[in-house]
Nanobody, 122 residues
Framework: QVQLVESGGGLVQAGGSLRLACVAS????????MGWFRQTPGKEREFVAR????????NYADSVRGRFTISTDITKNTVSLQMNSVKPEDAALYYC???????????????WGQGTQVTVSS
């Protein structure tokens, strides 16, 4: 099985940067694709970005494309999300997730971390 633990959340000023990390343990490569999702109270979990382990072609939600960058480090079993030019609407609980196939649907991800909170001050 795979376990995911996120870190790096916190308070960031609008326009600033934050880097989230997710460490995968257990059998991390049993799931080929890693994704970041976010959720705010009363709303459904929203896709942010996805990338395969060691992959070079990432996919992003329109709302974050050009500002966020997802990357993986297979030597450290880590997937990261670099958040630049952060906006107030980026505030959310951010989740790392793992899936067998490439997808932007939360339904297709069967392994989830506990989430890390991102708060944006304007």
């Amino acid at each position: 099985q795979v376990q995911l633990v996120e870190s790096g959340g916190g308070l960031v000023q609008a326009g600033g940067s934050l880097r989230l990390a997710c460490v995968a343990s257990g059998r991390p490569f049993s799931r080929s694709f890693m994704g970041w999702f976010r959720q705010t109270p009363g709303k459904e979990r929203e896709f942010v970005a996805r990338l395969s382990w060691g992959g070079s072609v990432a996919n992003y939600a329109d709302s974050v494309r050009g500002r966020f960058t997802i990357s993986t480090d297979i030597t450290k079993n880590t997937v990261s999300l670099q958040m630049n030019s952060v906006k107030p609407e980026d505030a959310a609980l951010y989740y790392c997730a793992a899936a067998r196939g490439s997808s932007s649907r939360a339904y297709d991800y069967d392994i989830w971390g506990q989430g890390t909170q991102v708060t944006v001050s304007s």
